[in-house]
Every structure is written in structure tokens, then in C-alpha cells.
């Protein structure tokens, strides 16, 4: 059994800073790709940030230069710091990990709960 626990969502005011974090545990035998996806209401989940196992990383558009996305491998861990935060980014974001549980299987998507983020003033 896998989990994928986010925190570090809450509420903020335009311009502020967020840093969220997202770490596996369980049955894990290697991790490759992390991502960050986020859903307002009313829209379909869309990608903010991905990093590959070699550290490429990409972004959206409307978070290029105020997102950074950073993982830890030896911690499972996977980060998104948000800065200069504007209400449009308002919305629930969700971690997904590329998990291989055993040498035999093949990497499966995983998602964490979602953790909301608030824009406001």
C-alpha cells in the first residue's frame, strides 16, 4: 500500500508565498517522475509542475518564474514553493508520483488527497 500525503495548502493574500510539500510512503521501490496539478472550480485538473528522476523540470505557463518545483529522493518527498501568489491560483492542488512498487511492475500514477489554496484578500 502506497499513500501520498500533501500539506502546506491554507489561505494567503495576493503576493504572498506558499510552499507545499508531498511525501510516499508504503511499498515503494522507485519513483520517477513528480508532478503538480491543481483544479479550480468549475475547470479540469491541469499540470503546474513536473520534475523528472534526472531533475528536468517543466511548468505551466501561468507559473513560470513564480513556482519551483524540487523533489527529495531520499525522502520521497516532493515540493512545490509558490511565490508572488495571485487569486487566479486559487484551488485545490494535487501531487502525482510515478511509483514502481517491486522490480517487476511497471510505474503506476498515484495522487495525493489534495490540499486547497486561497488567494484572497
Known amino acids: 500500500q502506497v499513500q501520498l500525503v500533501e500539506s502546506g495548502g491554507g489561505l494567503v493574500q495576493p503576493g504572498g508565498s506558499l510552499r507545499l510539500s508531498c511525501a510516499a510512503s508504503g511499498n515503494i521501490f522507485s519513483i520517477s517522475a513528480m508532478a503538480w496539478y491543481r483544479q479550480a472550480p468549475g475547470k479540469q485538473r491541469q499540470l503546474v509542475a513536473r520534475?523528472?528522476?534526472?531533475?528536468?523540470?517543466n511548468y505551466a505557463d501561468s507559473v513560470k518564474g513564480r513556482f519551483t518545483i524540487s523533489r527529495d529522493n531520499d525522502k520521497n518527498t516532493v515540493y512545490l514553493q509558490m511565490y508572488s501568489l495571485k487569486p487566479e491560483d486559487t484551488a485545490v492542488y494535487y501531487c502525482q508520483m510515478q511509483i514502481r512498487v517491486s522490480v517487476i511492475t511497471t510505474p503506476q500514477d498515484m495522487w495525493g488527497q489534495g490540499t486547497q489554496v486561497t488567494v484572497s484578500s
Open positions: 520534475i523528472r528522476t534526472i531533475g528536468t523540470r
